[in-house]
């Protein structure tokens, strides 16, 4: 059965990636990947397993179906909704008040200024909506579509940066926060400069081999001008929407869609209100209108790839892939008080690993797994709260998605949006992501072996 659910994922992630060549839409063989390891995930126990209670297994698939969609749904709705503000606010013309203010043409300086913008946006929304909002602005800004992919590549590279060093920027990173890995103070302070090197190195690349202007687009307003007020009030309203998520979380403790949908809610009651009033001045546009040129395809890619991840996660195929390298690269002894400690840096090379590894599988099971098999509180705790390996996983899993265009849902969102090629991105934006990866995996091992040794030494001294 192993052997049959990840052959049938090696597959089915090829076609996703060869969707050019074969001419097959990614999101019909993303589908079709969900359907099928749940399928046969279900009939191997069923046809090998003679002892098999059928009815104590109808109900184990049941619940575990439900339990995985559910939490697909979250991120499918999340997705849904940050994609529909921002489509609005883009229908409104919001963000040519944004984009008029980035004046410069030049390359090297415009790809400075966005990856920047992506990188601090990401820390304060979360990596996938900044990356939609930053497609947004590339479109007003860039009109050569593979020039755009190659600013769109790096948008990708920042936000998942961005992200990692935040509590709120990234779903591993919030995982960790929430049941108590890591602190705010802490996981900012450990792993900010390490994410700002792994932004910075792959923009300054890059930028050797970047020279001129780029050309802006023409004006795509078909004719409808809307008044700056209108602009203005709702781009204000949506980025306030989607900044108001996290801070919905931490008063409600709901799940972020709710937050998000929260926010929508509000900006189309606004939006209605608007056309109506002023339908026979302006032809203003509603989030019912919006709504019929949203991206679905991309929102049905994410349901097909994540319910296809979870059948792997329910099969316990990543949680043995997690003791794998526990058992590989991990050394615990006992300490004089009989409690286990870590002995070495192995731990270093499972957080590399299990970052690698998130560019394939979601880094959301992955960090799952690895927070079900190392607690941090407790006699048998290995790894305690703040210790280093919370902080390097938060930031290998938060970044490492970005080695692929598939590996991180910053990427797939921006996958959808601008219908870049798997292949293309393979060869154009691969080496850059890994060689800040890299970077900023080295900046946190030297800083956590020397500045923060020294000073967890100061402090036991006082």
Same mark, same amino acid.
């Given at each position: 059965?192993?052997?049959?659910?990840?052959?049938?994922?090696?597959?089915?992630?090829?076609?996703?990636?060869?969707?050019?060549?074969?001419?097959?839409?990614?999101?019909?063989?993303?589908?079709?990947?969900?359907?099928?390891?749940?399928?046969?995930?279900?009939?191997?126990?069923?046809?090998?397993?003679?002892?098999?209670?059928?009815?104590?297994?109808?109900?184990?698939?049941?619940?575990?179906?439900?339990?995985?969609l559910g939490e697909t749904a979250e991120?499918?709705? +999340?997705?849904?909704?940050?994609?529909?503000?921002?489509?609005?606010?883009?229908?409104?013309?919001g963000f040519t008040i944004i984009t008029?203010?980035?004046?410069?043409?030049?390359?090297?300086? %415009?790809?400075?200024?966005?990856?920047?913008?992506?990188?601090?946006?990401?820390?304060?929304?979360?990596?996938?909506?900044?990356?939609?909002?930053?497609?947004?602005?590339?479109?007003?800004?860039?009109?050569?579509?593979?020039?755009?992919?190659?600013?769109?590549?790096?948008?990708?590279?920042?936000?998942?940066?961005?992200?990692?060093?935040?509590? /709120?920027?990234?779903?591993?990173?919030?995982?960790?926060?929430?049941?108590?890995?890591?602190?705010?103070?802490?996981?900012?302070?450990?792993?900010?400069?390490?994410?700002?090197?792994?932004?910075?190195?792959?923009?300054?690349?890059?930028?050797?081999?970047?020279?001129?202007? /780029?050309?802006?687009?023409?004006?795509?307003?078909?004719?409808?001008?809307?008044?700056?007020?209108?602009?203005?009030?709702?781009?204000?309203? #949506?980025?306030?929407? %989607?900044?108001?998520?996290?801070?919905?979380?931490?008063?409600?403790?709901?799940?972020?869609?709710?937050?998000?949908?929260?926010?929508?809610?509000? $900006?189309?009651?606004?939006?209605?209100?608007?056309?109506?009033?002023?339908?026979?001045?302006?032809?203003?546009?509603?989030?019912?209108?919006?709504?019929?040129?949203?991206?679905?395809?991309?929102?049905?890619?994410?349901?097909?790839?994540?319910?296809?991840?979870?059948?792997?996660?329910?099969?316990?195929?990543?949680? !043995?892939?997690?003791?794998?390298l526990n058992d590989a690269f991990l050394?615990?002894?006992?300490?004089?008080?009989?409690?286990?400690?870590?002995?070495?840096?192995?731990?270093?090379?499972?957080?590399? /690993?299990?970052?690698?590894?998130?560019?394939?599988?979601?880094?959301?099971?992955?960090?799952?797994?690895?927070?079900?098999?190392?607690?941090?509180?407790? /006699?048998?705790?290995?790894?305690?709260?703040?210790?280093?390996?919370?902080?390097?996983?938060?930031?290998?899993?938060?970044?490492?998605?970005?080695?692929?265009?598939?590996?991180?849902?910053? #990427?797939?969102?921006?996958?959808?949006?601008?219908?870049?090629?798997?292949?293309?991105?393979?060869?154009?934006?691969? $080496?850059?992501?890994?060689?800040?990866?890299?970077? !900023?995996?080295?900046?946190?091992?030297?800083?956590?072996?020397?500045? +923060?040794?020294?000073?967890? +030494?100061?402090?036991?001294?006082?």
């Open positions: 059965m192993v052997v049959a659910l990840v052959t049938i994922f090696v597959i089915g992630y090829a076609c996703i990636a060869l969707e050019h060549p074969l001419k097959v839409n990614k999101t019909a063989t993303a589908l079709l990947l969900g359907v099928l390891t749940w399928s046969v995930f279900s009939f191997c126990n069923v046809a090998f397993n003679p002892e098999l209670d059928h009815e104590a297994w109808r109900a184990f698939i049941s619940g575990n179906l439900v339990e995985n991120i499918v709705f +999340f997705l849904l909704g940050a994609m529909t503000i921002v489509t609005l606010i883009e229908d409104y013309q008029d203010k980035i004046k410069t043409t030049n390359k090297k300086r %415009l790809l400075w200024i966005l990856s920047l913008l992506t990188f601090f946006l990401s820390a304060l929304l979360d990596n996938m909506t900044t990356a939609i909002v930053m497609v947004a602005l590339l479109r007003k800004l860039i009109a050569d579509k593979k020039e755009r992919w190659l600013y769109a590549g790096m948008v990708i590279l920042a936000a998942n940066a961005g992200g990692a060093w935040s509590p /709120i920027g990234d779903v591993t990173t919030i995982m960790l926060w929430i049941k108590g890995e890591v602190t705010t103070v802490n996981i900012i302070a450990k792993t900010l400069i390490a994410s700002l090197a792994c932004m910075a190195v792959p923009v300054f690349l890059l930028g050797f081999t970047l020279k001129g202007d /780029i050309e802006r687009p023409e004006s795509q307003s078909e004719g409808i001008v809307v008044p700056h007020r209108f602009r203005l009030l709702v781009l204000i309203m #949506g980025v306030s929407a %989607l900044i108001f998520v996290p801070v919905f979380k931490t008063i409600t403790h709901l799940p972020p869609y709710l937050g998000m949908l929260f926010g929508l809610s509000i $900006l189309w009651v606004t939006t209605e209100i608007l056309s109506r009033r002023y339908s026979k001045e302006f032809r203003l546009p509603t989030a019912v209108s919006t709504l019929e040129h949203v991206d679905v395809p991309t929102i049905l890619f994410f349901l097909g790839i994540l319910m296809a991840v979870s059948c792997l996660k329910v099969a316990g195929i990543l949680g !043995g892939l997690a003791q794998g050394t615990v002894q006992t300490d004089a008080a009989g409690h286990p400690e870590v002995v070495g840096g192995g731990f270093f090379l499972i957080d590399l /690993i299990i970052g690698v590894l998130s560019s394939v599988v979601d880094n959301v099971p992955l960090v799952a797994a690895v927070q079900g098999m190392y607690p941090h509180e407790g /006699i048998d705790a290995i790894f305690v709260q703040n210790h280093p390996f919370w902080e390097f996983l938060a930031y290998c899993a938060g970044t490492g998605g970005s080695l692929l265009i598939i590996g991180s849902a910053a #990427g797939v969102a921006v996958m959808g949006m601008e219908k870049i090629d798997f292949i293309w991105y393979l060869k154009k934006i691969s $080496l850059l992501a890994l060689a800040g990866y890299i970077a !900023g995996a080295i900046v946190f091992i030297v800083m956590d072996v020397t500045l +923060f040794e020294k000073v967890e +030494f100061l402090r036991e001294l006082v």
